[in-house]
């Protein structure tokens, strides 16, 4: 299987503690996306990557939350001192970022803060 | 202020019936529109989309018009099936895909045999 892959796929965390999620993009796909999606709502953007470059942040992304993408490959988004409002889904996807592109999402992980 | 926007929450479909979604956006910069088909607990799935040079595309069962002036689209999937049933989403972005989508709240498609 070539497609995005999103670890963990679930995540319990109590309030005040910090977590990570990894992504995999699909091989050669030079962007990667950061969604999240809380019940009843569409995903909604938080940041992307054009190789290494972060590009784009939402201002949804507080400044407890950071995102890398060290190599151009892989990417982690961790979460510092987690509220229970960051409880959601947290997608990724990834795209080759040519013209008329597609953007291919993984399975997401899970948030929930006790 | 929701750019893109699907109105009906849910739609029930007989099997073997024509199933239509639609979507409003309200940017006139999107010039590249995406649904997305979601199971529980999965990731949004890839459909089918269409760049504002066109007014249809197609694939298989799924249709996708678009109405430039009204700022509208719509998904329409013949024949329906069971299988079918899922929440839909509609996504835009501006230059062709190459920047975050805008996604709507989503369709929750039932498909009753």
């Known amino acids: 299987d070539t497609g995005v892959s999103q670890n963990p796929r679930h995540k319990i965390t109590k309030r005040g503690q910090n977590v990570t999620f990894r992504c995999d993009p699909i091989s050669e796909h030079n962007r990667l996306y950061w969604y999240r999606q809380t019940l009843g709502q569409g995903p909604e953007f938080l940041t992307y990557?054009?190789?290494?470059?972060?590009?784009?942040k939402s201002r949804l992304l507080s400044d407890r939350f950071s995102a890398e993408r060290p190599k151009g490959s892989f990417s982690t988004l961790e979460i510092q001192r987690t509220e229970q409002g960051d409880s959601a889904m947290y997608l990724c996807?990834?795209?080759?970022?040519?013209?008329?592109?597609?953007?291919?999402f993984g399975p997401g992980t899970r948030l929930t803060v006790l | 202020d929701q750019q893109v926007k699907q109105n009906s929450p849910s739609l029930s479909v007989q099997e073997g019936r024509i199933s239509i979604l639609n979507c409003d956006y309200t940017n006139s910069m999107f010039d590249y529109f995406l649904w997305y088909k979601k199971y529980p607990a999965e990731g949004p799935t890839f459909l089918i989309s269409i760049s504002s040079i066109k007014d249809k595309n197609e694939d298989g069962r799924f249709t996708v018009f678009l109405n430039k002036s009204a700022k509208h689209l719509s998904l329409h999937i013949v024949p329906s099936q069971p299988g079918d049933s899922a929440v839909y989403f509609c996504?835009?972005?501006?230059?062709?895909?190459?920047?975050?989508?805008?996604f709507g709240k989503g369709t929750r498609l039932s498909v009753i045999a």
């Open positions: 990557f054009q190789n290494e470059a972060q590009l784009e």
């Open positions: 996504a835009a972005s501006d230059y062709s895909g190459n920047t975050p989508l805008v």
């Open positions: 996807a990834s795209s080759t970022g040519f013209a008329t592109d597609t953007q291919y």
